[in-house]
């Protein structure tokens, strides 16, 4: 059972862009930490992006930097990460996630709850 609901993804050509939305089911995100993760087929799964709580710290793979922003709407109670530039090395199942306390980090053993996936696929 995910405790994360995710929205988005798809297929989009190389430069192309694409959002995807995190939210939770049956509990407020607003006290916990968010990561996004992705996993490519025979590859471990990567840590991407990081946002605290409050939204005031964030963190990138380098593999991503300057393409991929993460933000957070707490009042809408979701957490977003849009991707531009997008290149085929990017596709894989993209994963958000949920932790507390409010430390930073791309480990996903740091991890307590996990959303479904969704597929991310970058092709010409």
């Known amino acids: 059972q995910s405790h994360l609901v995710q929205s988005g993804g798809g297929e989009v050509q190389p430069g192309g862009s694409l959002r995807l939305a995190c939210s939770p089911s049956?509990?407020?995100?607003?006290?916990?930490?968010i990561g996004w993760f992705r996993q490519a087929p025979g590859k471990e799964r990567e840590g991407v992006s990081f946002?605290?709580?409050?939204?005031?710290?964030?963190t990138y793979a380098d593999s991503v930097k300057g393409r991929f922003t993460i933000s957070r709407d707490n009042a809408k109670n979701a957490v977003y990460l849009q991707m531009n530039v997008l290149k085929p090395e990017d596709t894989a199942v993209y994963y958000c996630?949920?932790?507390?306390?409010?430390?930073?980090?791309?480990?996903?053993?740091?991890?307590?709850?996990w959303g479904q996936g969704t597929q991310v696929t970058v092709s010409s």
């Open positions: 946002i605290s709580s409050r939204g005031d710290n964030t």
């Open positions: 049956g509990f407020n995100l607003r006290y916990f930490a």
């Open positions: 996630a949920a932790k507390y306390p409010d430390i930073p980090s791309l480990l996903h053993r740091d991890y307590d709850y």
